[in-house]
């Protein structure tokens, strides 16, 4: 039997057994995959979560469910991956040994490595929502929040979903406006970025409309540190930002396990191909989703044109064979803006996000880099589709690699 370990069952490893489990021989194949949570987490709905549009019990289903007949599920941590002697170590002292790994262990918050953030006004007066435990306090706080002047703030990049602070303070200005205290309300978003966004035609169609909500942007704000008790935010170069309600967006870091198996980069992102996500060290070992040092945005939807690819291209790489589906970055985003319209943007490692129509040209019926109600729609179905279509590997009618086609462009 060939044995294929994937580390990780959030978006990218779940994806990944369901796919492969259709391909490969039962009678060739065992396919493990190791997770230490229980609960599988729809992260892009904890955008809604502070705004009242969804609830805790939205966002979660049993990880089991998910995971196909005929590939093991063991409910456990990684502690260390020894490529040399092709195992992995668990947390539990229990030792897996593969012939093929997937490392798809994701990226996660660290709110300890900005000096101020976590302390007694944690969840009093300094929130985050990248997290289900944030994003529950935060929805807490904003029921009976009065008002003042709230800073949304991205320590550093990159971050998954790079366009989820800007969806956050949208939607906070559309929800302030609804609870009748707009009026009450200071916006700001304080970015590391010399923009609103990473694109720069993005961030141009992103920092007008920022602008006519009346949303402040603060640009190049890199934050050394948080004075919590006098509500500061204080900068590399001593500039600080008073804030009455901070909502921050912590540095983003994969797991330890990458750091403990001396796999990664300072970022605990694994170095590879950025065709084939095939480790650049070792031959057996392919790093998916947000664990991958990829230079396109974390998402999910990136995750999911990448394991189209890969899936081909897994099966050559096994028969020695050259991989011919390579992944080009392709990666698409809905924008929630609030009042019920969202944008959606589309783009690659080499094209930036256009405007234009998606998915058929002309027709759409998404709209590209520009506002609408049905790019709205598409946002909320896509919980949906997630839950249903994307996880369990099934097909979708997209080309895995971004289609120039209905995209508007000199
Ligand atoms: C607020 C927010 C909004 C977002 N909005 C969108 C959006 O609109 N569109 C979009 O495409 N994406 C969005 N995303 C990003 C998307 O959720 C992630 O990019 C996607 O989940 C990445 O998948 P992954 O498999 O790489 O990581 P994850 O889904 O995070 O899974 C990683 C898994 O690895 C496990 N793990 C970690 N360490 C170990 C270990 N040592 N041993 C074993 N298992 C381990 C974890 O328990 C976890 O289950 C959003 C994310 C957030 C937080």
């Given at each position: 039997?060939?044995?294929?370990?994937?580390?990780?069952?959030?978006?990218?490893?779940?994806m990944v057994v369901n796919r492969l489990r259709r391909l490969l021989d039962t009678d060739e194949w065992k396919i493990t995959i190791i997770d230490p949570v229980k609960t599988h987490y729809y992260q892009p709905g904890y955008l809604f979560i502070p705004f009242g549009m969804y609830s805790k019990n939205d966002v979660m289903k049993a990880r089991p469910d998910f995971i196909p007949c005929g590939v093991e599920l063991i409910e456990a941590e990684a502690d260390v991956i020894e490529p040399e002697h092709n195992r992995v170590k668990l947390m539990d002292g229990r030792i897996l040994n593969y012939d093929f790994l997937v490392v798809a262990t994701g990226t996660r918050t660290r709110p300890e490595e900005t000096p101020g953030l976590e302390g007694p006004e944690w969840y009093r007066s300094i929130f985050d929502f990248y997290s289900i435990e944030g994003a529950v306090a935060l929805a807490k706080?904003?029921?009976?929040?009065?008002?003042?002047?709230?800073?949304?703030?991205?320590?550093?990049?990159?971050?998954?979903?790079?366009?989820?602070?800007?969806?956050?303070?949208?939607?906070?200005?559309?929800f302030f406006h609804e609870q009748g205290i707009r009026d009450r309300v200071e916006l700001i978003y304080a970015t590391p970025l010399s923009s609103a966004f990473t694109k720069p035609m993005a961030s141009k169609y992103l920092g007008?409309?920022?602008?006519?909500?009346?949303?402040?942007v603060v640009p190049d704000f890199l934050v050394e540190h948080v004075d919590p008790d006098a509500r500061k935010l204080v900068h590399y170069d001593e500039t600080e930002l008073e804030y009455d309600?901070?909502?921050?967006?912590?540095?983003?870091?994969?797991?330890?396990?990458?750091?403990?198996?001396?796999?990664?980069?300072?970022?605990?992102?694994?170095?590879?191909?950025?065709?084939?996500?095939?480790?650049?060290?070792?031959?057996?070992?392919?790093?998916?989703?947000?664990t991958a040092a990829l230079p396109t945005s974390k998402s999910g939807s990136g995750?999911?044109?990448?394991?189209?690819?890969?899936?081909?291209?897994?099966?050559?790489?096994?028969?020695?064979?050259?991989?011919?589906?390579?992944?080009?970055?392709?990666?698409?985003?809905?924008?929630?803006?609030?009042?019920?319209?969202?944008?959606?943007?589309?783009?690659?490692?080499?094209?930036?996000?256009?405007?234009?129509?998606?998915?058929?040209?002309?027709?759409?019926?998404?709209?590209?880099?520009q506002?609408?109600?049905?790019?709205?729609?598409?946002k909320m179905m896509f919980r949906w589709m997630y839950w249903n279509i994307l996880l369990k590997g099934q097909e979708l009618p997209l080309p895995a690699r971004m289609s120039m086609s209905g995209k508007w462009h000199k």
């Open positions: 039997m060939n044995r294929l370990l994937v580390v990780g069952a959030g978006t990218a490893g779940t706080h904003l029921r009976s929040w009065q008002g003042g002047r709230l800073v949304l703030n991205v320590v550093e990049n990159p971050i998954k979903c790079p366009v989820a602070p800007l969806e956050f303070i949208m939607l906070a200005d559309w007008d409309i920022l602008e006519d909500k009346g949303i402040k309600l901070l909502v921050t967006v912590p540095l983003n870091k994969g797991d330890e396990l990458i750091a403990r198996s001396g796999l990664g980069d300072e970022l605990n992102y694994i170095p590879v191909d950025v065709h084939t996500c095939l480790s650049k060290e070792h031959e057996n070992i392919f790093a998916l989703g947000d995750a999911h044109f990448a394991v189209d690819c890969f899936a081909e291209n897994f099966l050559r790489h096994v028969d020695g064979l050259e991989m011919l589906s390579p992944y080009d970055g392709h990666t698409n985003c809905f924008i929630e803006s609030g009042f019920g319209k969202g944008l959606l943007i589309d783009f690659n490692y080499d094209v930036e996000p256009l405007p234009g129509r998606y998915p058929l040209p002309g027709v759409g019926p998404f709209a590209l880099l506002e609408s109600e049905m790019n709205h729609w598409g």
